[in-house]
Nanobody
Framework: EVQLVESGGGLVQAGGSLRLSCAVS????????IAWFRQVSEDGREGVSCINNRQTYYSNSVKDRFTILRDNTRKTVYLQMNSLQPEDSAVYYC???????????????WGKGIRVTVSS
C-alpha cells in the first residue's frame, strides 16, 4: 500500500519557521520525485518544491526561504520553511511520481495534506 504521511504543520507567527516531513512507503523511494504542493482555496494546488536524486525545484514564491531535503534511509522528505508570511498559509500536500520535478509535474500519489497557518 502506498502511503505519503505529512507531519509538522501548525500555527506560527510571521517571520517564524516550520519543518514539514513526508514519510513515504510502498514506493521505490530512491527512484521517485517527491514534491510539496499547497492549496489555499478550491482554485487548485500550487507546486512549491520538488526533489529527486538529480534535481531540486522551487517555485519563485518560496525560493531563498524554503529548503527541501531528502533522507533516503528514512524514506522521508523534509521541507524547511523559514521567514514564513501569512500568504504561505495553506494546506500543504506531499506528492510523489516517477517523472522529473518541474512546473508541469502531475504526481500520481498524494498525501492527505497538513495545514500551515501563519499569523500576522
Amino acid at each position: 500500500e502506498v502511503q505519503l504521511v505529512e507531519s509538522g504543520g501548525g500555527l506560527v507567527q510571521a517571520g517564524g519557521s516550520l519543518r514539514l516531513s513526508c514519510a513515504v512507503s510502498g514506493l521505490p523511494f530512491d527512484e521517485m520525485s517527491i514534491a510539496w504542493f499547497r492549496q489555499v482555496s478550491e482554485d487548485g494546488r500550487e507546486g512549491v518544491s520538488c526533489i529527486n536524486n538529480r534535481q531540486t525545484y522551487y517555485s519563485n514564491s518560496v525560493k531563498d526561504r524554503f529548503t527541501i531535503l531528502r533522507d533516503n534511509t528514512r524514506k522521508t522528505v523534509y521541507l524547511q520553511m523559514n521567514s514564513l508570511q501569512p500568504e504561505d498559509s495553506a494546506v500543504y500536500y506531499c506528492a510523489a511520481d516517477s517523472s522529473d520535478c518541474g512546473y508541469y509535474m502531475v504526481p500520481g500519489y498524494w498525501g492527505k495534506g497538513i495545514r500551515v497557518t501563519v499569523s500576522s
